[in-house]
T-cell receptor, first 115, second 113 residues
Framework: DAGVTQSPTHLIKTRGQQVTLRCSPK?????VSWYQQALGQGPQFIFQ???????QRGNFPDRFSGHQFPNYSSELNVNALLLGDSALYLC??????????????FGEGSRLTVL | TQLLEQSPQFLSIQEGENLTVYCNSS?????LQWYRQEPGEGPVLLVT?????EVKKLKRLTFQFGDARKDSSLHITAAQPGDTGLYLC?????????????FGQGTILTVHP
């Protein structure tokens, strides 16, 4: 049973560029949430996708956008990159069946460095 | 804005010692989860507690959810070097907010042989 897979694992960009990160959820899961984890901090919620729509959003600017495809996979896009966007970006999948417990299954993350 | 405060932020102990990590909030959560994260990897779920006062044991790890569902603790008995890692607590509000967790800042645990 494949877990949550993310790509790329590492990438380096320069200020002002755009980046796209990808995520495939765990088999049987229909919901994808994205988190940003700065070094030495806990993850912070960016947004969540369910049924190809953004359902919830955290306190992140519009430069952060996303998409969910019919096969439940998802993309996170960040435009006009800033140095402060350097972080580990985590994708987490879940299912409506576990909604009451809020359990999430995380991928290994994409480490973004902005120079 | 819901916040979760973890303490301590850093813990360095010798193998065989016991330890407790605390997670506190002024907000009520419908569930509280504990994750462990290794460097360069995503968090791995250890346990979920959903009932106030609930206690769960996972081998040498004991998790407790406060009666008012605002706080939680993780106790490790006879710590081993393999327990080294970042421990994160996360609160969920369930319902239509499932998948949106509020994380504490984490506790970095180092267990020396």
């Amino acid at each position: 049973d494949a877990g949550v897979t993310q790509s790329p694992t590492h990438l380096i960009k320069t200020r002002g560029q755009q980046v796209t990160l990808r995520c495939s959820p765990k088999s049987g899961h229909d919901t994808v949430s994205w988190y940003q984890q700065a070094l030495g901090q806990g993850p912070q919620f960016i947004f969540q996708y369910y049924e190809e729509e953004e359902r919830q959003r955290g306190n992140f600017p519009d430069r952060f956008s996303g998409h969910q495809f019919p096969n439940y996979s998802s993309e996170l896009n960040v435009n006009a990159l800033l140095l402060g966007d350097s972080a580990l970006y985590l994708c987490a999948s879940s299912s409506l069946r576990t909604a009451n417990t809020g359990e999430l299954f995380f991928g290994e993350g994409s480490r973004l460095t902005v120079l | 804005t819901q916040l979760l405060e973890q303490s301590p932020q850093f813990l360095s102990i010798q193998e065989g010692e016991n330890l407790t990590v605390y997670c506190n909030s002024s907000s009520v959560f419908s569930s509280l989860q504990w994750y462990r994260q290794e460097p360069g990897e995503g968090p791995v779920l250890l346990v979920t507690v959903v009932t106030g006062g609930e206690v769960k044991k996972l081998k040498r790890l004991t998790f407790q959810f406060g009666d008012a569902r605002k706080d939680s603790s993780l106790h490790i008995t006879a710590a081993q070097p393999g327990d080294t890692g970042l421990y994160l607590c996360a609160g969920g509000t369930g319902g239509t907010s499932y998948g949106k967790l509020t994380f504490g800042q984490g506790t970095i645990l180092t267990v020396h042989p």
